[in-house]
């Protein structure tokens, strides 16, 4: 999973849902077949209860079988995910293991997650294709999860089945951007920024020294809602560090849009971030300009190359949000 070190705090479903997210990496040796399994356990799961509330789900005391199990449990009548989409979901994930079951995450209730970029082959097959407002069912054996060696970082061992319940409540394009009017390209005391549609933006810095103080600089005013404390926002972004004049981090480049709870306790973004995208709106870009306290404090971030007095610059554009939970 490509979020870029402490930008966001990558929750479990997130990073059992994306291949490579931290701890071992994903196998993709076939796990070898039990003598234990149970062919017919797999179908026997079963989830109820309505679109978006949290399911009841049943899964049978024996041990799971080697076949990846898809279900459309309820059928969506929006758009048809693509491998270029993004989704926002919520879902429920149960670890498998043994004759025994236990649920691991539950967003139902809170915020949803955006699914994308480089899924587990079994979410992927159990995805692509499906409608938008759909409920889909996945039992997904080692195989097609986490192989042979599994993940320890999450609890995941080589025989580890996962069942997610999965509500698709929106897509988007690994090309989605704003959509507002242009109301600047930046400049004087700030970066100039260049945007082609659907591409990354492009900043050139001035000779002058960076702002002390957090700048919000909007360039592209949306119309859709504003963004307040507490909301799911859907975002595309490209981060800088002023003194390289550099990329260091950005949503365009891992093939998927980024989503995080704005105001979040703990903190899901930093705290420039925090500050800077209240009161903005669905659809705008926006430029921030974030000194260090702001940024990674005094500590900076070294594999990024963020020292601690490192002033970062952000083009954000805000796809979406979702007042949920």
């Given at each position: ?7 966001i705090?990558i ?16 196998s993709t040796?076939s ?18 209860g309505?679109f978006?509330k949290?399911p ?7 041990n ?10 309820i059928?969506?009548t929006?758009?048809?995910?693509t ?5 926002a979901?919520?879902f ?9 079951s ?5 967003t139902y ?17 159990a995805l ?8 889909i ?6 195989a ?7 993940n320890?970082q999450?609890?995941i ?5 996962l ?10 394009s690994d090309?989605a ?7 600047s390209s930046?400049?004087?005391n700030?970066p ?7 591409t ?38 490209v981060g800088?560090i ?8 950005s949503?365009?480049s891992?093939?998927s849009p980024f ?9 899901q ?13 669905a659809g705008s870009r926006?430029m ?8 990674y ?7 990024a ?13 805000i ?7």
């Amino acid at each position: 999973m490509r979020r870029f070190l402490a930008l966001i705090a990558i929750p479990l479903l997130a990073c059992v849902v994306l291949a490579g997210c931290g701890g071992s990496s994903k196998s993709t040796a076939s796990s070898s077949a039990s003598a234990a399994s149970s062919p017919g356990a797999n179908t026997a799961v079963t989830a109820t209860g309505a679109f978006d509330k949290a399911p009841k789900v049943t899964i049978p005391k024996a041990n799971a079988g080697n076949s990846l199990t898809v279900k459309t449990l309820i059928q969506g009548t929006g758009t048809t995910l693509t491998k270029k989409d993004a989704l926002a979901a919520n879902f429920v994930l149960y670890f498998w293991q043994g004759t025994s079951s236990s649920l691991k995450a539950n967003t139902y209730g809170g915020s949803p997650t955006v699914i994308g970029g480089t899924m587990l082959p079994g979410l992927e097959s159990a995805l692509i294709g499906k409608k938008v407002g759909s409920r889909i069912l996945a039992v997904i054996p080692p195989a097609q999860g986490y192989g042979t060696s599994g993940n320890a970082q999450l609890g995941i061992t080589g025989s580890t089945t996962l069942v997610f319940v999965i509500d698709v409540l929106k897509a988007y394009s690994d090309t989605a951007g704003a959509m507002g009017a242009q109301v600047s390209s930046g400049g004087g005391n700030l970066p100039t920024v260049a945007a082609k549609l659907g591409t990354a933006p492009t900043l050139t810095f001035p000779s002058s020294s960076p702002p002390s103080a957090l700048v919000t600089k909007t360039l592209v005013k949306g119309g859709g809602a504003k963004v307040a404390k507490g909301d799911y926002v859907i975002a595309q972004y490209v981060g800088y560090i002023w003194r390289t004049k550099k990329v260091f981090g950005s949503s365009w480049s891992s093939g998927s849009p980024f989503g995080f709870v704005i105001g979040a306790s703990p903190e899901q973004v930093i705290p420039g971030w925090d500050k800077g995208l209240v009161g903005q709106t669905a659809g705008s870009r926006v430029m921030l300009s974030i000194p260090p306290a702001q940024g990674y404090g005094s500590s900076g971030a070294s594999q990024a190359g963020i020292k601690g007095n490192d002033t970062l610059v952000f083009v954000v554009d805000i796809i979406d949000t979702l007042h949920h939970g």
